[in-house]
């Protein structure tokens, strides 16, 4: 337990200044971000275009999402 708390107050002390603790450009992700702003799935979406590079969805999102899950299921 305190060991947890310790974990928050050292993230809250470097909060901003340090490079690589940004979050996912997506919409509502919360994840660290890993590649680009993105986390790892997001990158994902990102590279077979289901997302812009500002996190936003394009207007056809449901049909690129239904041929990323093909995608994925064939990989
Ligand atoms: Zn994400």
Redesign the pocket.
Known sequence: MSTKLKHQQQQSKDGGNVVGLSR???EG?N?K?DLMN??Q??YDWFKFGLITKEGKKPTDFDKKYQAWVKHHKAA
């Open positions: 996912c450009t997506c992700c994840k971000a993105f986390c799935e997001h």
